[in-house]
């Protein structure tokens, strides 16, 4: 630090500290002396440093013959008298002293020897008897800073009692020296500047304290200790301090704030699980494991089978007939959907315990859950169990249980619920007279038929004729019968109905427009029709938007099957895997079966599913379970992750399907016991909880 910067200018509040004023001693009780003016006349070698102020007066003028010092009147100090009228003529000593820390008096309201008139020069506050601040005017010169019995050191005016800003224990001592510092007295209290020592005083002008020695406690949590300035050494214990507490059995040992080590106690479980034997701490904050059972060691699955995976879990390996691997919960086997039907821009599904589901539009209630919301994911419909088949139309359902019941839900403007009323319901109801003998059922855009006992039933919209009883009623609210010759089958189409009777004829009636009706011309019919050049092949039927597909044996040799698939109807989309461009208008519809497709197989081969034939696309399962579609593909319903219609068909399965469903703009599929459903998803109809359109087979979340 620059010396001058001990330089006050003038007329400034000071604010200087002053240990050599703190070395006084006294503890006067009695009234201070008389103050020194500013006519005083300062005799360094009369001041009294040390002396006890008693209530004596001494205005000490000199000393007499035997060097006792004296007043104006010859009193001596120790005279008794405290009331000289002379005034002093040296500088007093404090009573009690100035408190190095604040700079104040230690006995407030009496004086200290180096007040002239106002109080102590090195105090900032107020005047402790007059409450006058404290204004000193430093001196800017040598002769008038020696005049004002200051020091002049270094070429500054300094204050009596100022310490040395770069030796605590040297002072401005008038009385002895205005050149330089003058050295304290010895044991005079200072600050070296060491926290290790405490005490501190002056020795020969030098600061020094007695050393304290802080011991430290050896071991893992030793005792941590520094001095703190103080005849005392703070001690801290280092809590957290990772260590070792010798048992091999407890984790993350550290020390706590006794000066202790202690960890936790690692706990390792017995599990039953062929999988996950016995265990015991390792001792590295872990358990270590017996022997795992290998990948051959089986261990159980509910509803499949599973194996050890060498590290403790169990795998599965597959699931029982029935049973699929969860998609939402991966290792867990779920049932199986046995049947699906597609509609309009709903699907619905049945799992292999008899357990309905329906996804996607929910509109008009037709999801049956109760509620008017879509659904991207299956959704059990209410209060249904045992069914054994479910189908789905535009915009309603309909399943038939074990015991034979019909029930239907969703829209009922024209009857399509076959309860009797118009009223649509986002729950199942009872189809009128259909609480038994059903084995099969069908939805079309609008009307609904059923297999009981041996006939046909439909009901609902009948505008083309599409219920076939004969009539141009506009709609039935209840099922009627169908003069169809010992049915074995039954499908819808949008406003057209197919049946196949037990000679394995196939028969037609509703909307021809397109010549959906197979019977040769477009026009509607109002019943039942055979087709034309009936081979009595047919096994199975499917009646789409306006066309028709069917699928028959026509030919045994050398121990297998020729099945032939054909279609009629309209070809505008490519959907009978024609050329994409008849249109009835134009007088070139199909009107009469033609051949789609056709294969060999083997008679030892279970017979092929039936085809499906959407609004306007169809697809199919051949001997081999591959599947096949054509036509439209606006949605990428065809499958072959593109958009845009092909009039041949397209490979999307090369083996494992089961069972296809083709509705409005998407097609769901069974393979491998796994429902897949691509296509339109706007509505959430692939249920594989999203409502992003899928150009390629996407496994229904479940």
Known sequence: MRDNQFFLPIAVTVLLASPLLASGCGSSVGSDIVETDSGDVF??????????DTGISDADVGRDSSGEIVDATGETASDGVADDSVKDVTDDVPDQGVDPGTNEEVDPGKDVATDPGKDVATDPGTDEETG?????????DEPSCLAAGYCWIGGNCRLPGALDPVRSCHACRPDVSTADWTALVDDSPCDDGDVGTYDDKCVSGG???????????????????HPDGTSNCNYAFPVGRACDDGDPCTCNDSCDGTGTCAGSPVTCLTVINPCFPNAHCDGSCACALDPWPGPEKSCPITNGTGRCDGAGACELVSCSDGFVESIRSPGTCIRAFSSVS????????VTSDGTPFCWGDN??????????????????VSGLGGVAGIVAGQDFSCAWTTSGAAWCWGNNNVGQLGDGSAMPSNVPVPVSGMASGVTLMSAGSLHACALRNGDVWCWGANGVGQVGVDSMSSNFLIPQ???VSSPIFVDCGAQHTCA??????????GDNQSGQLGVGNTDNLLKPTWLVS??????????GGQHTCSLGRVGIGYGQYMYQMECWGSDSMGQIAGDGNSTCATGSCRTSPGTAAFWQALMSLPDPPVPAAGAFHTCYVDSFNQLFCVGHNDFGQIGNDTIGGIQVFYKVFASGASAVTAGGRHTCAIVDSRLHCWGRNSDGQIGDTTQETRLVPTPVSW
């Open 43 to 52: 005799d360094a070698a009369l001041v009294d440093t040390f002396l006890t």
């Open 132 to 140: 006058e601040v404290d204004i000193i005017e430093i001196p800017q």
């Open 363 to 380: 509109s008009a209630g037709q999801l049956g859950d109760g509620s008017e919301m879509d659904r991207i994911s299956p959704r059990p």
């Open 481 to 483: 019968k169908v003069a």
């Open 534 to 543: 009936e081979t009595g092949m047919t096994e199975w039927i499917s009646a």
């Open 342 to 349: 597609a509609g309009e821009s709903h699907t619905c599904a």
């Open 500 to 509: 196949i009777t037990f000679q394995n004829n196939a028969v037609c009636w």
């Open 207 to 225: 600061c020094a304290g007695t050393f304290l020695n802080c011991p430290v406690v050896i071991g893992q949590c030793e005792q941590e200790a």
